[in-house]
């Protein structure tokens, strides 16, 4: 039995609602066992018999849509990748002390060369890209919603989903769910 954590793109936005209560429930019903909710923004840790990430993500998803009639990314790691992601940040800790954000997109797979290209264009004075995997990490040094870049602009640009997630938000839940 291997844990597991999921991170769902999008679940609340749109004009879309739904509790994380909800989400066990749903994911419970997906035959995955020890559910449980890390604040209220998509991610789910669960342990699961031995099924591939991608099957795994197919299932999720094709539940999901079937349950709430719209779809929703799934992005899947195993405990010891958010270990390894935790350790591998690729920004110098001055770099990372002097910015207002931090944060990881989750993908499904590690960016093409074409994409790679890409992403390093939609670098600014102020937002930074490097990429780890199937990780792609945005050091921002102004707020946020202060920068041109998004979510929205970064799957438009690179034609790929991923989702992401406070490099703190992803540093608590660790430290909440990893085994020492």
Known sequence: MSRTFAFLRAINVGGHAVTMERLRELFAGFGLRGVETFIASGNLIFETSPETEAALSRRIEAGLKAA?????AVFLRGEAELA???QECPFREPEVSAAKALNVALLAAPLTEAQETKLQTLGTAVDAFRTNGREVWWLCEMKQSESTFSNAVFERALGVR?????FSTLQRLA???LKA
């Not at 991923?162 to 406070?166: D, I, K, L, V």
């Open 84 to 86: 390894a992601l935790l």
């Open 68 to 72: 709430l009639g719209y779809e929703v």
């Open 162 to 166: 991923g989702t992401f997630r406070s």
């Open 175 to 177: 430290a909440k769910h």
